[in-house]
Structures are given as structure tokens and as C-alpha cells.
């Protein structure tokens, strides 16, 4: 399968009590889980996600990149988990993505932080029918490095974070050099587009014909991110990356600082082949919603 669309998303942190769970989950001993008002609330904005993402795919060649840290595991003696077995997080897991995985032709499994998945990702990636990695025929790698329509992509789960929000976006650029420059002198392929995770705080920064993308979490504060990064809000998205073939037209870089007000804010059009990004965002509760359905869309390109 030739893939021309991306969608990823990372950071369920399935297990934690206040990360994703889908409904009806039973632990190995056969106790039900049931959702606090956090939880539900991130259930239904990850069905909403669900559902937009099965538009936007529609009959696409569209692959999934689970990008690490898909369960919470059992770690630092937080009290913050639905169970202390590490293979009910993996179950639950399991159980909670499988609907999302179904939808796309690949998947690849992104391995994440060893506390919170504690090596199990490739058990994950075999159950819901995971790419194997080429180097070590596991369903999950550290790394992977993609090739969508002549534009190489590299993906891993961990990034440098910042509590500081005035510097996200030199962070991000500088990230995006390094790995260029790195790659370049030693004679890799210069990745053009980034997707990076595990910093817990959506992010994107466009650098000439380049980009890189950091998908925010499906997981509320923890009481160690209370102390650790107070006032930080959590944000989950879903980001779509997709091929535009040259010629076709195609839609203007999106500017939604300078338009808060408005669901989509489009520039000028041009025919031209590109990358189109988007990110479907939605806001904790308790938090003012930028519009009735708690959410806002974000639209850019890149050449």
C-alpha cells in the first residue's frame, strides 16, 4: 500500500485514572473500570476525533502512527492507575485503541517512555496488527523513518520539553535544524517533516521547506505535573498529515493566532504540491472552548 495521508496520535496513557479509556473494560480479574468525569469527557472528544478522522481519510491510503506511551504503567509509587498490573494497562490498552487502528491499512507502534510502557509495545503492536520493524521484526521501533510521496519523514516518541510557553516555537525550530544537520552530516536522507511526541503540550513550527508537528496528550495533569508544570493545560490532538499531488489545488497556510475567533483561517490558494496539517484540539474541562464543540481545527502547508 503506497501511503498519502498520516494520522497520529500518542500519549493515551491507558491505565492512568485520568487518561484514556474506552467503556466497558474488565481488568484480568474481571472487575469493570468505570470513567470519572475526566475521563468520559476525554472518551467523547476522542470518538469526535474519531469520527473526523474517518472523514478526512475517507478512501485515502491512510496509515496510523501510534507515537508511544500508549499505556501509564505502573511507576514511581503514583496511586494515580486503575490497576497495579502493568498487563491491564496493556489490555486496556488494546481494548481501547483497536477501534481507532481498524480504521487504516497501516499502523506503526512508536515505543515510549520504558516507566510508563515498560517494553510492551511490541505486544500492543501484535495485537492490533502492526507494522514490523525492518531491523528487528518487532511491532514496534524507537524510530521510524517513513517515505510518503518522495518526502521523508521521521518519527519518534521523545522530545526536549519547556514549561515556558513564549519559547515553544524556537524549541521546536531548533529541534528541527539539529536532526536536519545531524542527518546530513553523516549522509542520511534530511528528513522534511518531524512528528514528535511525549512532551505532553501540542506544538508545530514550519522552517522553510520543512516542518515538525508534536502531538499533545490524551491525559489529564497528573499531581506530579500540578507541581512539576503548574497553570499547564492539557490539549490533546490528533494531527493529519497529507501528500497533495502537484497541480491540484490546495489551501494557504493557516494563521489562527491572529484569528482566534474563527474555526479556519485559510490563506491565499495555490496550485502546487504540499503537506496539509492539521490539528483537531480539544480543551480540558472546566476550560472556555473556542467554539460550541469544544474544539478548533487548525489548517497549514507546507511545500
Not at 163 to 178: P, V
Not at 191 to 204: C, D, E, I
Amino acid at each position: 500500500m503506497s501511503i498519502r495521508l498520516l494520522v497520529v496520535v500518542s500519549d493515551q496513557h491507558v491505565g492512568s485514572t485520568i487518561g484514556l479509556l474506552r467503556p466497558g473494560y474488565s481488568t484480568a480479574e474481571g472487575n469493570e473500570i468505570g470513567l470519572n468525569d475526566g475521563q468520559r469527557w476525554l472518551w467523547e472528544a476522542w470518538e469526535r476525533m474519531r469520527a473526523d478522522v474517518r472523514k478526512v481519510i475517507g478512501k485515502s491510503d491512510a496509515a496510523l502512527i501510534l507515537n508511544g506511551d500508549a499505556t501509564e504503567g505502573v511507576h514511581h509509587g503514583t496511586t494515580q492507575v486503575v490497576s497495579n498490573d502493568p498487563a491491564d494497562h496493556l489490555g486496556a490498552a488494546i481494548y481501547t485503541l483497536t477501534p481507532l487502528a481498524e480504521m487504516f491499512g497501516k499502523v506503526y507502534v512508536t515505543r515510549g517512555t520504558e516507566c510508563h510502557t515498560h517494553g510492551m509495545e511490541g505486544k500492543l503492536g501484535a495485537a492490533i496488527g502492526a507494522e514490523k520493524c525492518p531491523a528487528t521484526g518487532n511491532r514496534a521501533a524507537d524510530e521510524w523513518h517513513l517515505d510518503v510521496a518522495g518526502v521523508p519523514i521521521s518519527v519518534r516518541h521523545h522530545i526536549s520539553a519547556t514549561s515556558r510557553a513564549w519559547t515553544l516555537g524556537s524549541g521546536l525550530g531548533i529541534h528541527l535544524a539539529h536532526e536536519q544537520l545531524t542527518a546530513c552530516r553523516v549522509g542520511h536522507p534530511r528528513p522534511r517533516v518531524l512528528v514528535r511526541a511525549h512532551r505532553h503540550q501540542h506544538g508545530y513550527a514550519e522552517v522553510g521547506d520543512s516542518l515538525i508537528a508534536v502531538t499533545g496528550p490524551w491525559q489529564l495533569l497528573t499531581r506530579y505535573a500540578h507541581k512539576a508544570v503548574p497553570g499547564s493545560i492539557s490539549e490533546p490532538t490528533a494531527v493529519v498529515l497529507e501528500t497533495a499531488s502537484a497541480g491540484s489545488s490546495s489551501r494557504g497556510r493557516g494563521r489562527t493566532a491572529t484569528c482566534p475567533t474563527r474555526q479556519r483561517c485559510d490563506g491565499p490558494r495555490r496550485r502546487e504540491g504540499g503537506w496539509r496539517y492539521e490539528a483537531a484540539s480539544l480543551r480540558q474541562p472546566g476550560h472556555p472552548a473556542p467554539h460550541p464543540r469544544q474544539g478548533r481545527r487548525r489548517r497549514l502547508w507546507s511545500r
